[in-house]
């Protein structure tokens, strides 16, 4: 157990839609990174954000958007849902950006647009 | 671009074999580097990482990696390789400043015959 959990673990919807999905990282740790892992694409980073604050943005479409709350848990929200977007979205957290700290994986949330 | 190539996606070895994962990341600068196991279902776990304090970096499970500037190269190895070993493998580099996303690379499937 990474101690980063995703809610939720499965997630099944139609094109168009829009879903949320939740990351609460390691206790203590301050950034949390979003990343896709899809067949076609591999593990590509999405976006970071460091103890509320955007950090650096990767291959996230306009469609896509993220923040970090107050109390560290951050969401990534999905809209005009399409099937490529189906795919395993991963939350990471680590202690601080800066130093060569790994980053903590949760189990992901497997996203399915019918 | 930076970037992480792992030749084979695909490798198969006996029970008992050596197992043999190659990574090669392309930068000047040598970055961070790291192995991460996924196991089917499941998030991803660090293996190792190398963080320039020695060029050969042990592991968790008897796996380590060499670390070797003039080839750019960060190959995982495992002596005997166990049964449980069967999963996909992900090299990953960071490079420094304050953008701390991993660059993964396309990963590697270990399969391991009785």
């Known amino acids: ?114 | 671009a930076q970037s992480v190539t792992q030749l084979g996606s695909h490798v198969s070895v006996s029970e008992g074999a050596l197992v043999l994962l190659r990574c090669n990341y392309s930068s000047s600068v040598p970055p961070y580097l790291f192995w991460y196991v996924q196991y089917p279902n499941q998030g991803l776990q660090l293996l190792l990482k190398y963080t320039s304090a020695a060029t050969l970096v042990k592991g968790i499970n008897g796996f380590e990696a060499e670390f070797k500037k003039s080839e750019t190269s960060f190959h995982l190895t495992k002596p005997s390789a166990h049964m449980s070993d069967a999963a996909e493998y992900f090299c990953a580099v960071r490079y420094g400043g304050s953008q701390g996303n991993l660059i993964f690379g396309k990963g590697t499937k270990l399969s391991v015959k009785p």
């Open chain 1, 1 to 114: 157990d990474s101690g980063v959990t995703q809610t939720p673990k499965h997630l099944i919807t139609a094109t168009g839609q829009r879903v949320t999905l939740r990351c609460s990282p390691r206790s203590g740790d301050l950034s949390v990174y979003w990343y896709q892992q899809s067949l076609d694409q591999g593990l590509q980073f999405l976006i970071q954000y460091y103890n509320g604050e955007e950090r650096a943005k990767g291959n996230i479409l306009e469609r896509f958007s993220a923040q970090q709350f107050p109390d560290l848990h951050s969401e990534l929200n999905l809209s005009s849902l399409e099937l490529g977007d189906s795919a395993l979205y991963f939350c990471a957290s680590s202690a601080d950006p800066l130093s060569y700290n790994e980053q903590f994986f949760g189990p992901g949330t497997r996203l399915t647009v019918l």
